[in-house]
């Protein structure tokens, strides 16, 4: 192999974002032709395919969790990342490291030839290379846009689960659930498992699945759940779980993603073993940044990368059923292409203050836009606009008091930057709030 592109990993990221002339670029053709002269043989391992609109990174943490409870090597590629791109490709919980990522996207890059590939692309082969070389036992990998197209769906799934279908990224996916689902339907295989955890699943997503064979199991009709007091149970026609402990990750809605979790593993326990106590070590060990993180103190800090109508109708229900005494803060950044009227009807009346925060680049929109669009629903009298962050967090500290709360919420690049600024938190704290 002739000698590396790059040799740090910022280099090998920077130029894989201008390698492919589209930064979205639906289709399976080149990242197959790539795949193939990589690894001629299909995948080692056993492979579980994670889609849906909302949800999948909370049912790939719980899957990956259980098996690795389970004893077995697992691998988890998920995006888009927080605040480091390995977070992206895990073994048993780890991040790959840069000097791993470098040698492999060196060996991607010799094998494309002349193809170009997306930034996606690259690291979903790179996930594809890393497991391989890891020797994983199973990969759960989830999708990162649709499913039919999405360059996850390379590798036949030998179970795949969609977690919800709802409207997001419409531009790509169609303008109604149906098509929608249609496309999340995709990964999908003959005679394998098929997952629905959605409790109104679209027609078409239905006829996909049946017209190819696949078996489905949907939530509501193969298998169940329900809460218990302080505990949950879940059955279908084959297993039963009773007095199982309730999720570690922050929400009610995570009893139906792990119950689909639970589903997916049952689908295939032919091929895996895994007994009550690693359902049990699995549900309470599954951990996951932005989604719904609670960062206790005199000010109450809620980081959640809810960013389309469901996801936030999901944040505003957890608002509702834990008040705090005081105010709450919103600090919110939405790319140019989400439905945000959608996203502020969820969330106009479990918010008492707003902050509009800029996202840089193509898809962004300065603080001053994303206001006047928060302004222009009806729904919110007094927005103040901010260009970053810092500037946004600064003017909500020298307000707030405690027993109030601050949600930070939208797009991953409104997350990431105030989770990576976690100390912060004592830092700028005004006196009022120190002293307590």
Not at 165 to 186: F, N, T
Not at 291 to 311: K, T
Not at 385 to 404: C, M, P, S, V
Not at 418 to 435: D, G, K, N, T, Y
Request: net charge neutral; proline share 6%.
């Amino acid at each position: 192999m002739p000698d590396p592109r790059f040799t740090t990993l910022d280099d090998w990221l920077r130029w894989q974002e201008t390698l492919h002339p589209r930064a979205i670029d639906l289709g399976l053709e080149r990242v197959r032709t790539v795949l193939r002269r990589l690894q001629p043989e299909p995948p080692p391992y056993l492979v579980i395919t994670v889609g849906g609109t909302n949800g999948k990174g909370s049912c790939v943490a719980f899957l990956a969790a259980t098996l690795q409870a389970a004893g077995y090597r697992v691998g988890a590629y998920t995006s888009p990342h927080l605040l480091r791109y390995n977070e992206r490709i895990r073994v048993n919980g780890v991040e790959v490291d840069d000097a791993t990522l470098c040698r492999i996207f060196a060996r991607i890059d010799a094998a494309r030839g002349a193809l170009s590939l997306t930034y996606f692309e690259f690291g979903t082969l790179a996930a594809l290379e890393g497991f391989r070389e890891a020797g994983v036992d199973v990969a759960v990998l989830e999708v990162g846009l649709g499913g039919r197209l999405d360059a996850v769906n390379v590798v036949d799934a030998d179970a795949a689960l969609v977690v919800s279908v709802d409207l997001d990224h419409l531009e790509w996916l169609g303008a109604d659930r149906d098509s929608i689902g249609y496309e999340k339907a995709g990964i999908y295989r003959t005679g394998r498992p098929a997952i629905c955890a959605d409790p109104d699943p679209p027609r078409r997503l239905l006829e996909h699945a049946r017209n190819l064979g696949a078996k489905l199991y949907r939530v509501g009709c193969d298998y169940h759940f329900a809460r218990a007091g302080a505990a949950w149970r879940w059955w279908s026609e084959t297993a039963r779980f009773d007095d199982l402990p309730i999720p570690s990750l922050t929400g009610r809605h995570q009893l139906g993603n792990a119950a689909a979790a639970l589903m997916t593993l049952a689908s295939l326990r032919d091929r895996l073993t895994v007994f009550p106590d690693a359902i049990r070590a699995g549900l309470t060990q599954a951990r996951l940044s932005g989604r719904l993180q609670i960062i206790p103190g005199p000010v109450e800090w809620i980081l959640d990368v809810a960013h389309n109508p469901h996801a936030a109708a999901v944040l505003a229900e957890h608002l509702r059923h834990h008040r705090r005494p005081g105010r709450t803060w919103a600090m919110v950044g939405l790319l140019a292409d989400k439905d945000t009227d959608g996203v502020i009807r969820a969330l106009a009346e479990v918010v008492d203050d707003w902050h509009a925060v800029a996202i840089p680049g193509p898809r962004g929109r300065t603080g001053a836009e994303l206001a006047a669009s928060l302004r222009s629903t009806g729904l919110v009298n007094t927005v103040v606009a901010h260009e970053n962050t810092d500037r946004a967090r600064r003017a909500i500290l020298d307000g707030a008091r405690a027993g109030d709360r601050i949600v930070v919420f939208g797009s991953f690049h409104i997350v990431a930057p105030v989770l990576a600024a976690q100390p912060w938190i004592a830092e700028f704290s005004p006196p009022h709030l120190r002293e307590i």
